[in-house]
């Protein structure tokens, strides 16, 4: 998750193909909106501000990215409820948030434009009570001269009211865009900095001491006729990939025992939606402004690909008020993703470990707001776990300011070891969005009492409704999986074992072994 500058625009375009016989800690309560294209990546955000729509064209036939340039993309509709006297009454503190997490949120425009709407809203006010005046003293008996001037008060009000209304209005909407640009506050425990500057919280395991030349997975799918890119890249494009043979079961087994095994901590199960609307994306604080944006959008319409199944999950409750009994909410979700992953080169995205569509099982928790660091907690010892029970090296990282995105307040990131590539390589993130998410999707809940913090009731004596704390975590990004288990099992005869937790769910198959090698 990172942060803010110029962007430009992916649309997934839905063009015709020819043939011979035819010629896109905040303080948000959400609207509606039209579509932002956003970076995906878990290290890095792009920037808000830029409120472009994607686009739609009705026959498909084939797929290509593309900037977007049509007149008719409009800016966002939707909008925040920011507490903008929150921000007025802590502006060092959030200058030296958005200071350290290299934000380009200008805090000083948001700060002369609650002043200057202030000030509107007061000149409005004042010429309303005149206009009403007015209208009171023509109940009465007046002579006609009296009248006439009053009718021409009357209407020197009202023109001047609706010029100071139409001022209030558009200097109203400039503050939302801008201030809806302030990323989430910061754990005071975060490190600061930028990436390098993240602490190792945990190392788990060694590294394998391996006796032959070590492969990475290309190699040692190419061996095993696991993979085939050449084939994908003809028919798709770069980055993209068939799965064949018993790759295609380990993507099935990892799967399928990631969400047993996350069902077992009471995670619902879900499969979520692929395609979603871009409001709903910009909403759960995805924003448009980063060179490489990552998101595939459909021309014409303002939906667009999912990036991550968080997306979907987060927006499940969007616009309700939950009971406090239903807290905490667990989902499990398994989705496909797809990214642009524009701009990635170098060996370190060679294969599998950088690619345009992937399947992923993602855990999402919304919760209490004093419950959210536990809960942070559990989610990242559940993908410690898992990762241990696989036999991985790891370390977990607590991410350091500059690489959290706008929504995350704190997120520990999973780095293992892959021998092949030699080097670590993230395989996973656990992100505490406290209400940053929920204030945008206006997702709340109400108390069994008032609380400390809101004693106040609201109708009939009800607590007055609370915005809950949303979660996300990576339990399993297949493709990164299958590069770690595949470089960190292979053995010096060309087999790769496969993981004992993993077995039941191939049916028994203990190794992939070389084509010359099977009965």
């Known amino acids: 998750m990172g942060f ?89 503190a959030v200058a030296l948030n958005i200071k350290n997490r290299n934000s380009a949120a200008n805090l000083d425009l948001v700060l002369r434009l609650y002043d200057q709407m202030l000030s509107l809203q007061k000149e409005v006010e004042r010429l309303r009570e005149e206009r009403n005046a007015v209208a009171n003293k023509m109940k009465g008996k007046l002579e006609p001269s009296e009248r006439q001037k009053l009718v021409e008060e009357g209407k020197n009000l009202k023109e001047g009211l609706l010029t100071l209304e139409e001022d209030l209005l558009k200097v109203t909407d400039e503050l939302q865009q801008e201030a809806q640009c302030i990323p989430n506050m910061t754990h005071p425990d975060v490190p600061i900095g930028d990436e390098d500057c993240s602490t190792v919280r945990k190392m788990v395991g060694t590294s394998r001491e391996f006796s032959f030349p070590v492969k990475d997975h290309l190699q040692i799918g190419q061996e095993l006729d696991l993979f085939d890119f050449d084939s994908a890249a003809e028919v798709s494009g770069s980055k993209f990939y068939y799965l064949k043979n018993e790759a295609v079961m380990l993507e099935m087994a990892l799967i399928n025992w990631t969400l047993s095994e996350v069902m077992k901590r009471g995670f619902t199960p879900l499969t979520t939606p692929e395609i979603v609307r871009s409001s709903v994306v910009e909403k759960c604080g995805f924003q448009p402004r980063g060179d490489n944006t990552q998101v595939y959008s459909i021309e014409y319409s303002d939906q667009c690909l999912i990036g991550t199944a968080e997306i979907p999950v987060g927006g499940i409750h969007m616009d309700s008020i939950l009971a406090e009994s239903q807290l905490p909410l667990k989902y499990v979700a398994f989705s496909h993703c797809f990214r642009t992953e524009a701009g990635a080169a170098g060996t370190a995205t060679r294969g599998l470990y950088r690619v345009h569509q992937f399947s992923k099982v993602e855990m999402f928790i919304f919760c209490q707001p004093e419950e959210s660091e536990f809960y942070h907690e559990e989610l990242i010892k559940i993908e410690e776990d898992l990762f241990s029970s696989l036999g991985l090296h790891y370390k977990t990282l607590d991410m350091a300011s500059v690489d959290l995105g ?34 945008r999707l206006g997702i709340r809940y109400r108390p069994s009492t008032p609380t400390a913090t809101n004693p106040k009731k609201g109708k009939g004596n009800l607590a007055p409704p609370v915005f809950v704390h949303t979660l996300n975590a990576t339990a399993c990004a297949v493709p990164r999986m299958i590069v770690c288990l595949l470089e960190n099992y292979q053995q010096e ?25 099977r009965g």
């Open 4 to 92: 803010y500058f110029g962007t430009t625009l992916q649309t997934l375009k839905l063009a015709t193909t020819p043939s011979s016989s035819s010629p896109s800690r905040f303080i948000f309560k959400s609207l509606s909106s039209t579509f932002v294209p956003i970076s995906f990546s878990r290290h890095r955000y792009s920037p808000p501000c830029q409120r472009l729509p994607p686009a739609f064209s009705t026959t498909a036939a084939a797929v290509q990215v593309a900037p977007v340039t049509d007149s008719r993309v409009l800016k966002a509709q939707w909008k925040a409820a920011i507490d903008f006297k929150w921000i007025r009454n802590n502006k060092d």
């Open 406 to 439: 706008a929504p995350a307040y704190r997120k520990f990131d999973v780095e293992a070891w892959m021998p092949g590539l030699g080097r670590y390589g993230e395989i996973s993130s656990a992100s505490n969005c406290t209400d940053y998410q929920s204030r």
């Open 493 to 517: 005869d060309g087999s790769v074992i496969i993981p004992q937790p993993l077995r039941p769910f191939m049916g028994g198959l203990e190794s992939i072994v070389p084509k010359s090698a």
